[in-house]
């Protein structure tokens, strides 16, 4: 199964007031997709796939995922079919902020994407699933 959606929502506040501003990623993003895991619920003992494309466009970050044949990836491959799951989220490392309130984030280092119940930023969703 693949899917497709935002991990992060570019110059919208998320659920803890931070900003997250185009470019945040430009660094990370030259490592290249493949070196961004694919987590569930951000538990890093948790792969359930790969990303197959990773970049940044006037809305925000835009994956495109593959879920795993294994255990994790089938379970989480269930709760998309059903609608149970359909948020993502991205987990990071602060170089770079400015302001206060809101902190505004314009310098990220990428460490994962994550499929999650409840994204930080509500926007940030799989938009289209394709069973393979």
Do not use: C, N
């Not at 497709?4 to 945040?24: E, K, M, N, S, T």
């Amino acid at each position: 199964m693949r899917f497709a959606g935002y991990a992060a929502i570019f110059d919208r506040p998320d659920r803890g007031g931070d900003v997250v501003r185009g470019g945040a990623f430009a660094r990370s993003l030259k490592r290249g997709a493949g070196a961004v895991p694919l987590l569930w619920q951000h538990e890093a003992g948790r792969p359930i796939g790969r990303i197959e494309y990773l970049k940044e466009d006037a809305r925000g970050l835009r994956v495109i995922g593959r879920l795993s044949a294994g255990a994790a990836g089938r379970e989480a491959a269930e709760f998309l079919k059903e609608g149970a799951v359909s948020g993502l989220s991205f987990g990071y490392r602060v170089r770079t902020t400015r302001g206060e309130a809101p902190r505004e984030l314009v310098d990220l280092e990428l460490v994962e994407v994550s499929l999650v119940t409840l994204p930080m930023q509500p926007r940030a969703r799989v938009h289209a699933v394709a069973v393979e």
